[in-house]
């Protein structure tokens, strides 16, 4: 597989932040993809920072990919899904004791998409049944950490 990647100053704390990747995981014997190996990823970010402060928003785009059932590859073929997050952190600065401190908070799954990611097959054979166990992609999250930082002045 190949994979590129940039991070492009738009403006002032303004960045463009681009990777791809393009895969071909496929068993020697059958050239059949392997289970859970995307064809493609992509990612599109945008992020700015401005003194003590950093603000992200990042799209990932997860190509098709199959999972397989026993014995079966490729049984089940998984469609491409997206997946938002987006971020804000302040950063104490200075000559505070606190210096260092990293204030982070962050929403996972911004849009609350429920994409099916996985696909574990009730029937041996490659046919979908209600008894299907599906993998969803997980619900919006939000999470607040601090990681304190401790600087005796100079």
Do not use: C
């Amino acid at each position: 597989g190949v994979e590129a990647e940039s991070n492009i100053l738009l403006a002032y704390g303004f960045s463009l932040y681009l990777n791809g990747t393009l895969g071909s995981a496929k068993y020697q014997q059958t050239g059949l993809w392997v289970q859970n190996a995307p064809k493609n990823t992509e990612t599109v970010g945008f992020t700015y920072r401005v003194k003590s402060w950093d603000l992200g928003f990042f799209n990932k785009r997860i190509g098709p990919m199959y999972n397989d059932n026993g014995s079966t590859n490729q049984a089940v073929a998984i469609d491409p899904f997206n997946v938002t997050n987006l971020f804000l952190n302040y950063t104490v600065r200075g000559d505070s004791y606190l210096r260092g401190t990293k204030i982070r908070f962050g929403l996972n799954n911004l849009l609350d998409k429920h994409s099916i990611v996985g696909v574990n097959p009730a029937l041996a054979s490659s046919a979908t049944s209600p008894n299907d166990i599906l993998t969803l992609l997980p619900a919006r999250s939000v999470s607040l950490t601090v990681t304190f930082g401790y600087a005796p002045a100079r």
